[in-house]
């Protein structure tokens, strides 16, 4: 117990799990100056005239949830443009695409967010599509996994791309049988020269999404957030969102350093951090750098260590040759940055280990917590090296289901038996690895809750397949918790300072309307978030 003479808040009247395993369970937590300062009888003893009691109404209080690879800035605009996230066809989009542009005249690029890839054969999406709906202005939109675009045919005019135009080593150009763009882009070599046209959002609306995008995550339950992929004029929304006060979560950002132009990228890293540092300090730290070794499976852009079963002259899109990783990796470490390595295929997996087995050798031992984000395809012999060399594997736990993606796109280019080998988070877990949880958003949902519902059952919404897709790799819901909580804040560098309920931790917490571990596992997604603090201070009210 940490002494006061009276407590600002007081929980009472439901169950506390605090995540610590040693004092799993409480029945009243109190917290003065944003700080745990005493559990059960002890907490009791401190109410006072001026304590705020919070009554847990028969539910839950637990720490705050973590999001260890998010995308608020990215996710908070695609809150604007075409609403065509959750439409189910081609036409849907379509005439999404048709009503917007008519109700937003003088918009000159129409942009939506989050489409489906698996609502056309093969994710081939024709830009002549789209030219139904708007033929004179160019329109850009984003599958959900952020790998792949559909323009139509104005975005390709506009760009360039056409027969002549060269395969970019890191993209692929889905043509027409005769050379020319069929609308379809996937990764960033492909998709930049379109991407690099669009008018950047202002200051001010990008502080404004990010304010947006905080307050969804913070009504979720989440307090701390892992940016995973930040350039540099997107440290100044940070820090003027901190600066106001409203920002509703904290922060870590991981800079983004490309093949091409890592070594200059990365000399500008320290001042950008220092900004952050000056800007945004007890808000926003900067000490992480983003790469993507490879692409996504769906797209047939994941680095393989054999050739896709759909197409057998492809092993994928390695983003970096082995040796120049090790070097960029390296770099970054001795520059004091984390690694945070998108890592889906196989091959990207293992180079992206072999990447951070180099970085050690090179530079010596420390205490560098080194990130492989998605983890999603995993040789067995690679699994004990997560634990080994100290990595932290982060999944994106709502992915391991059968839902569309996987059955009429992972499953037909990877074949069923290296299916089987997909997000092993059971089997991480037991090898001693550290895993912690995220969801990708905009990706996917930016609910942990509902990442927790399928972390445990490996089923999708609708309870399928009922023993779990995969069943051996289901977790428990402790596991699920702590993937969440005290997982994320080992990613961050700050175990024992959340991610449990202790004195003297901070007071970063979630209420929910029910206790998790008496909730069937299949109604965690729909269980209410009452309130979140964030240190001490109310963040999202139900």
Not at 347 to 356: N, S
Request: hydrophobic share 45%; aromatic share 6%.
């Amino acid at each position: 117990m940490i002494t006061h003479a009276s407590a600002d808040l007081l929980f009472t009247g439901g169950t506390v799990h605090t995540g610590d395993p040693d004092n799993p369970r409480a029945t009243a937590v109190a917290v003065t100056a944003g700080i745990v300062t005493a559990l059960d009888a002890d907490a009791l003893a401190q109410a006072g005239p001026g304590t705020e009691h919070v009554d847990l109404a028969g539910g839950a209080l637990l720490p705050s949830f973590g999001d260890g690879h998010v995308h608020p800035i990215m996710g908070g605009l695609g809150l604007n443009g075409v609403p065509v996230r959750g439409l189910t066809s081609v036409e849907q989009i379509v005439a999404a695409v048709a009503a917007y542009a008519t109700e937003h005249p003088d918009t000159e690029w129409i942009q939506g967010d989050s489409f489906d890839p698996w609502l056309a054969e093969d994710g081939r999406f024709d830009a002549r599509w789209l030219d139904e709906a708007v033929p004179d202005r160019p329109v850009v939109l984003h599958s959900m996994d952020h790998h792949t675009l559909w323009v139509n045919s104005e975005a390709l005019r506009r760009a360039g791309l056409t027969a002549e135009t060269p395969e970019p080593a890191d993209g692929v150009i889905v043509r027409r049988p005769d050379g020319a763009p069929l609308g379809t882009l996937r990764e960033f070599g492909a998709m930049a020269p379109v991407t690099a046209l669009i008018p950047e959002p202002t200051l001010e609306q990008q502080v404004e999404a990010l304010l947006a995008a905080t307050r969804l995550l913070a009504a979720a339950g989440v307090t701390w957030v892992q940016d995973a992929w930040v350039e540099p004029h997107q440290v100044e929304p940070w820090i003027a969102a901190a600066s106001s006060g409203r920002l509703s979560v904290r922060a870590n950002l991981a800079f983004l350093l490309q093949p091409e132009h890592w070594r200059e990228q990365l000399d500008a890293l320290p001042e950008l951090r220092a900004r952050v540092e000056r800007g945004a300090a007890g808000r926003v730290t900067a000490h992480s750098v983003k790469f993507f070794a490879d692409g996504v499976i769906e797209s047939g852009t994941a680095a393989l260590l054999q050739p896709y079963t759909d197409c057998p002259h492809s092993h994928g899109v390695a983003n970096w040759g082995p040796e120049q990783l090790a070097e960029a990796v390296a770099a970054a470490d001795r520059a004091g940055f984390q690694a945070h390595i998108h890592a889906i295929g196989d091959a990207g997996i293992r180079q992206a280990l072999d990447a951070v087995e180099a970085t050690a050798t090179r530079n010596g031992p420390r205490d560098r917590r080194p990130v492989l984000a998605h983890v999603q395809l995993l040789d067995p012999a690679d699994l004990p090296r997560f634990a080994a060399l100290g990595v932290i594997a982060n999944f994106e736990p709502l992915w391991a289901q059968t839902d569309p993606l996987m059955t009429e796109l992972t499953i037909p280019r990877i074949g069923p038996d290296r299916g089987r080998h997909q997000y092993r988070i059971a089997a991480l877990l037991a090898s001693g690895a550290a895993v912690s949880f995220g969801s990708d958003w905009p990706v996917t949902r930016y609910e942990p809750l509902a990442g927790l519902a399928t972390a445990v059952t490996r089923q999708t919404p609708a309870g399928l397949p009922a023993e779990g897709w995969l069943p051996e790799e289901r977790i428990t819901t402790a596991q699920a918790l702590a993937a969440y909580s005290a997982g994320v804040a080992h990613q961050a560098f700050e175990d024992g300072r959340w991610g449990v309920i202790r004195p003297g931790t901070r007071a970063d917490l979630v209420q929910l309307a029910a206790d998790p571990y008496t909730v069937p596992p299949g109604g965690l997604a729909s269980t209410p978030v009452l309130g979140t603090w964030l240190g001490g201070t109310r963040t999202h009210t139900a």
